[in-house]
């Protein structure tokens, strides 16, 4: 009986140590591991168990402690290295754009003086051609000129002797056998023995007072109002019409004669064919 006794109270012991037992646990959870993270600094336990707020500590445990507002210092130096990488590629991209900017800027440069140089051979270009040109027009407008001239030139003399013939001869010309003496000739004529008539083969020593040089190939005669004589030495022989010598005028009296589309002159029995030449009309002995 006496063992029975103490059983109850063994038993109200044991769910006392008990009791005691799981109060002492629930006080060990509520500290939060007691303390540093289960009894150390290590691991994360530290990070998980701490909380900052304010930056103030609350009392009570370093695990109570909240930490807020603001990113830490470290947090700041990653955030100013981030800039300080933002700002070297901003400044790496201001000289590239720099670069591109000049490398844009020179080959505009160049482009420009290229074409400015290429201008520059173009007015020369033309400035040549404009004066090859008009050293072309001036030689042509020369050319004209002179030929006009000699046509000027020609048609007086033409003009002169037909003035001539008019106011002085009278007649003459070819008989066959020799010529008349043209009335022009004045003074002369008796002077070198002509009165009766220019004879084929005679000999003057002197030309008459009027005349034209002609050439019949190396050949060279005088004519003057159709009457022909060749350079001798120092004298002049009275010789028939040349066939083949060209005149710019005919001695009066002689008879126009068309065929086909040319035209004769019939001169006392010496014939000349009209052509142009140098632009002014000429004839040439054919026949006699």
Known sequence: ??????????????????TLILLSDVVYAGRGGGGRGGGGRGGGARTSSVQRSGGARSGGSRSTVNRGGGASSRV?????????????????????????????????????????RQNIRNDRQGTRQDNAGNRQDNRQQNAGNRQDNRQQNASNRQDNRQDFRNNNWRGGGWYGGGYYAPSGWGAWTAAVGFTTGVILGATVSSPPPY???????????????????EPVNDSYTVISPPIGAVVNYLPDGCNIIQEENTQYYDCAGVYYETFYQNGATVYKVVQF
Do not use: C, E, H, W
């Open 1 to 18: 009986m006496k063992n029975l006794s103490y059983k109850p109270f063994i038993l109200t012991l044991t769910v006392l140590f008990t």
């Open 76 to 116: 700041g130096s990653s955030s100013s290295l981030q800039n300080r990488g933002n700002f070297s590629n901003s400044r790496s991209q201001a000289r590239q754009g720099t670069r591109q900017q000049n490398a844009g800027n020179r080959q505009g440069n160049r482009q420009q003086n290229q074409g400015d």
């Open 211 to 229: 005349y034209d040089t002609v050439y019949v190939g190396s050949n060279s005669y005088i004519y003057s109002d159709g009457v022909y004589l």
